[in-house]
């Protein structure tokens, strides 16, 4: 089971990496300090998982000596495991990744025979202990399957600090015929089985877990991103980058965010992550809800705090709407209005430096309640508003202060 804070890191960088070539309305980057943060996290993965892996079993041939025979270890398990020390390095090709000062123990069994003139068997215990573990393994983003995915390239590993020891046998000088062979045999499997590890356990979990994700993703009320990944990421030495697209679906409304030609970088202070998105994108979102007729509420004699200001007559010490408008008095005496707000356009925002201006025009219906039994309007009011928000992180929730 991967840490989930690693797919955390994983899923914020391809979620955004769904690129496409007609059309680019998002983008994101992530920048060293997001890298620094995965090689810190990597080890949680590392300590669970490692410790499951079951190395195969070796057999040789043993050549030494005036006979021939064969020697076997089996059941090799890990008993101790001390994670590395990661480190990412971003290249123009793709993301490298170190690892250092790794220790495993193992334990398992060993069998021999050995012919000379007459067959002898022996078999006993093994300890292994390997330190200093160095692993050098490159991968890079790919779109595939209309997702984003991992592909391992190279991957080197070395065990800096190795000793085996070996026990249980009667014969001292059986044992020394196979141990230089044995040694380097298990040094071997331990380099296979760390870029194997590097590949299932970093990478294959990752990439299972990108292939899960949905690719019509609901964001709520009935909406919907429609998404494929075209596009491979982009790496630089400084941060990795990806463009993408995203189509806004309701219903049988559709919305295609416009293309972004140029991203300006103007005032950008680089922080673990950047993203940059179109106004084009919440504004096919609203224009969608307004299509749909989602943006919409009523105000009726039921409010506590403005039902008594609905009615239409009231007493010259009082206030209510019927003051205002002679018609509602007069030929809808001792009744409630209802106000139906909607939207009249389509609401946008224009995004600028520091904050966000949003930009609604509110239809208000007048009907005689309840609306429901009065279908007419009797009036309508339009109203403009202007309002600006600045976007804020509080408590690891995305907000805005208005």
């Known amino acids: 089971m991967t840490d989930r804070r690693l797919q955390l890191v994983v899923l914020a960088f391809f979620i955004f990496a769904i690129s496409c070539e007609a059309v680019s309305n998002l983008k994101t980057r992530l920048n060293r300090p997001a890298f620094e943060f995965f090689s810190k996290t990597a080890h949680h993965v590392i300590d669970v998982e490692v410790p499951k892996i079951s190395l195969p079993d ?53 069998q021999a025979e050995y012919t000379i003139l007459l067959p002898v068997k022996a078999s006993g215990w093994m300890n292994v202990l390997a330190s200093d573990i160095q692993m050098n393994v490159s991968a890079k983003a790919i779109a595939f399957d209309d997702r984003p995915q991992i592909e391992v390239g190279e991957c080197e590993a070395n065990v800096g600090n190795f000793d085996l020891e070996i026990g249980g046998g009667v014969l001292p000088w059986l044992v020394n015929l196979f141990r230089a062979d044995v040694s380097r045999a298990v040094q071997k499997t331990i380099h296979e089985q760390a870029c194997e590890a590097a590949q299932s356990i970093l990478l294959t979990n990752f990439n299972n877990f990108l292939l899960s994700l949905p690719l019509h993703l609901p964001v709520g009320q009935d909406f919907y991103v429609d998404y494929a990944v075209e596009k491979n990421p982009n790496f630089t030495s400084k941060y990795v980058e990806a463009e993408a697209a995203a189509e806004i679906l309701y219903e049988d409304h559709s ?12 005032g950008l202070i680089p922080k673990m992550a950047v993203t940059w ?70 609401p946008f925002v224009k995004m600028q430096d520091d904050d966000v201006k949003i930009n609604v025009t509110f239809a208000v219906d007048f009907y005689i309640n309840p609306m429901k039994q009065h279908l007419k309007p009797l009036a309508r009011l339009i109203l403009s508003s202007s309002s600006t928000v600045i976007p804020e992180i509080i408590r690891n929730k995305f907000s805005g202060n208005l």
């Open 255 to 266: 919305c295609h965010p416009e293309k972004i030609e140029g991203w300006t970088e103007a």
């Open 58 to 110: 070796i057999t040789l041939d043993i050549h030494a000596g005036p006979g021939k025979g064969t020697v076997s270890a089996y059941d090799l398990k890990i008993n101790k495991f001390q994670s590395p020390l990661f480190e990412f390095v971003l290249t123009d090709e793709g993301i490298a990744w170190t690892s250092r000062q790794g220790t495993v123990k193992l334990k398992g069994r060993w």
């Open 277 to 346: 998105m179109s106004e084009s994108v919440p504004n096919c979102l609203l224009k969608s809800a307004h299509e749909g007729k989602l943006v919409k509420f009523t105000v009726t004699k039921d409010f506590p705090t403005i039902g008594p200001r609905l009615k239409t007559s009231c007493s010259i010490f009082s206030i209510c709407i019927g003051r205002f408008f002679k018609k509602l008095r007069t030929d809808y005496p001792d009744q409630y209005v209802d106000l139906h707000f909607h939207t009249y356009e389509a």
